[in-house]
């Protein structure tokens, strides 16, 4: 009698030596999807989910991180706590055996007790099984970036931007800003709605968030496709963090953007046409942000300018919305002047 029952719930196998195999299934989360962790140390965030059934179905060999494209057996994506989840179970099984081994060896029935003896002797035996450790489910922290791949349709979710799709390995970045932008596109279209049940203050807020969206996803996207286009071209991991900091945030800026991937890659990566439209959206956001949309009088003068160029300066709905369509556009420019050539095998 061994320390494990074979069969039953973890499909136990006795692989005999005292070696055992156990099932243990994960548990997803409430929305159906499972964690994964890269097993790269290097890798950051490194973590993501995915939703088992959907993507690559039926003997996947190799799987992908999405940040980094590290490939390895599904398996090996586990994450610490999925690990610390098995092994708990791995215990609590044992304690169920080492309960039945203590039963078996002195003949307990279900009961826990047994009279031995007769007569002049009469002991009794009983054994109270210790209760069984519980087990935690997983905790994994509640992060929501989910994107569906366009290729193998594996629904997943990730931190931040990442790039590649963890069941097909395929380059899905664009899908990734996409997705983002279709976020700031959605409270876009229920800032009427704010309006007309909190107010026309609400309403303004909500608009001014949306454009400060639409420069955070613009510039967290440059960022991301300079460093990718830095690392192919195989400059130093000293170089790459050095240009980031003298740039700071260079591309919160249109003009600045253009002068900066021109110096870096000696290429103007934004057309023209994107690039006018794209400033004078960008530009209304200064007095914004940083005068907490106190108007100050270098605002009231660059506002004059504009009015006497004879342009809109107050911020709409379409304005944004026209916004979040150019820097898709600009985006996507940027993506192919700067990675284009590059397949994903190209890039470790
Ligand atoms: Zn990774
Ligand atoms: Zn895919």
Redesign the pocket.
């Known amino acids: 009698m061994g320390l494990f029952k074979e069969g039953g719930e973890h499909q136990i196998q006795d692989l005999g030596n005292d070696q055992y195999n156990l099932t243990i299934s994960i548990p997803a989360d409430e929305s159906g999807r499972m964690a994964r962790e ?1 097993p ?1 140390q290097e ?1 950051s965030p ?1 973590y993501f989910k995915v939703t088992p059934g959907t993507g690559v179905i039926g003997g996947q060999a190799l799987a992908y ?1 999405p ?4 490939e390895a057996e599904p398996s090996d994506f586990a994450t610490q706590e999925q690990i610390r989840y098995a092994k708990d179970m791995a215990l609590r099984e044992a304690h169920k055996g080492v309960n039945d081994m203590v039963r078996n060896t002195f003949g307990l029935g279900s009961s826990g007790r047994k009279k031995l003896g007769g007569g002049f002797l009469s002991m009794e035996i009983s054994y109270k099984p210790g209760s069984l450790p519980y087990v935690h489910r997983p905790f994994e922290d509640e992060v929501r970036r989910d994107v569906i791949c366009p290729h193998c349709t594996l629904d997943q979710t990730v931190f931040g931007l990442a790039t590649w799709c963890a069941d097909c390995g395929e380059d899905i970045f664009m899908t990734h800003i996409e997705a983002e932008l279709a976020v700031t596109r959605l409270m876009l279209e229920d800032v009427e709605r704010r309006q007309d049940q909190l107010g026309k203050r609400v309403a303004a807020k909500d608009l001014e968030n949306c454009l400060e969206d639409v420069v955070s996803i613009y510039e967290a996207a440059i960022r991301a496709i300079v460093r990718r286009a830095m690392i192919i071209r195989g400059d130093s991991s000293e170089l790459i963090e050095t240009t980031f900091k003298k740039l700071g945030n260079a591309f919160q800026n249109i003009d600045r953007t253009q002068k900066e991937l021109n110096s870096l890659f000696g290429k103007n990566a934004l057309n023209e046409d994107v690039l006018e439209k794209l400033k004078s959206a960008f530009e209304k956001r200064h007095p914004i942000t940083h005068n907490l949309g106190v108007i100050d009088r270098k605002y009231m003068e660059r506002t004059k300018e504009l009015e006497q160029e004879g342009r809109e300066i107050r911020l709409s709905a379409e304005e944004i919305s026209q916004a979040l369509f150019d820097a898709k556009t600009a985006i996507s420019d940027i993506y192919e002047k700067l990675i284009k050539g590059y397949s994903g095998q190209d890039f470790a």
């Open positions: 890269c790269s890798c490194g991180c940040y980094c494209r590290h």
